[in-house]
């Protein structure tokens, strides 16, 4: 599988050699946590001594920043912009601008929420920048995960990097044949058209190949299947995956002891 189908950055880190279904407790550990947590500033602790430290172990701290910049600080902001502004709480008025006069609670309630969206999206991040899909897919069906299933999960993740190197490519070959693509607005903005019909149809094609490709593999095959690559699940990987367990229980046990 062609690295460039996936947002996964090869490196040899911690955090890659990591089994996969342990990078996705930590995934559900992470999200849990900053959603249950009865404190707000919880989410801010897991993105300052969590999620950044995880992206410099895991040596995809500059993959991770520029998509925490471009995509995931944006939603976030938004977010809180929303929320903080529109979200009726009562309270202490902090200031009025026409219909607008967020509260000190509002903006509590909007802070908490955006940065619990940084975590659930910043460690889906760090998981698929860290996780090959090959190695995902192998080990969940290794543990009885049917293969139909896996396969969903596996083209979910890889959608958008397909789309992307498709569109790449159909944007250099309507270049090589003339097509204006970086004057002004408007003219880029008419280049559109004539990418959307090939992006599309290409899909639909590949979809239609990808199918014959795998049935002629014996994917729905109800024998044993075996792997050339193993996917190693080590001692500390059952340790981690049962600390992060007692990690997310202890979170809820606080909250329940709190309400």
Same mark, same amino acid.
């Given at each position: ?9 090869? =490196? ?17 550990? @992470? ?38 910049? =471009? ?17 009726? /709480? ?13 509260? =000190? ?18 460690? @889906? %991040?760090?998981?698929?920048?860290? %996780?090959?899909?090959?190695? /995902? $897919?192998?080990?969940? %069906? ?20 397909? $789309?992307?190197?498709?569109?790449? %490519? ?17 003219? =880029? ?9 090939? /992006? ?60």
């Amino acid at each position: 599988m062609h690295e460039r189908l996936s947002f996964f950055v090869k =490196r040899d880190s911690l955090i890659h050699r990591l089994n996969p279904l342990t990078k996705i407790v930590l995934v559900l550990a @992470f999200i849990l946590v900053a959603f249950i947590s009865p404190y707000f500033w919880t989410p801010s602790l897991l993105i300052i001594f969590g999620i950044i430290p995880l992206s410099y172990l895991g040596g995809v701290v500059r993959s991770y920043f520029r998509a925490a910049l =471009r995509i995931i600080l944006p939603a976030a902001g938004f977010l809180f912009i929303m929320q903080a502004l529109f979200q009726p /709480l009562g309270g202490e008025e902090l200031f009025r601008i026409w219909f607008l006069h967020p509260t =000190r609670e509002s903006l509590e309630f909007a802070f908490v929420n955006a940065t619990r969206i940084f975590v659930m999206v910043s460690s @889906f %991040t760090i998981f698929l920048l860290t %996780t090959h899909p090959s190695e /995902l $897919m192998s080990d969940l %069906t290794r543990r009885g995960l049917p293969g139909q299933f896996a396969y969903v999960i596996i083209s979910t993740l890889q959608i958008l990097p397909q $789309m992307q190197a498709k569109a790449q %490519t159909i944007i250099a070959a309507q270049r090589a044949r003339g097509l204006d693509t970086e004057s002004s607005f408007f003219k =880029r903005a008419g280049s559109l058209f004539p990418l959307v019909g090939p /992006l599309v149809f290409g899909s639909l094609v590949e979809v239609e190949e990808r199918a014959i490709a795998i049935e002629a593999r014996g994917f729905t095959s109800t024998r044993v299947k075996t792997s050339l690559h193993e996917i190693p699940d080590t001692t500390a990987d059952k340790l981690l995956r049962w600390a992060l367990a007692t990690f997310i229980l202890a979170a809820l046990a606080l909250r329940l002891w709190l309400s």
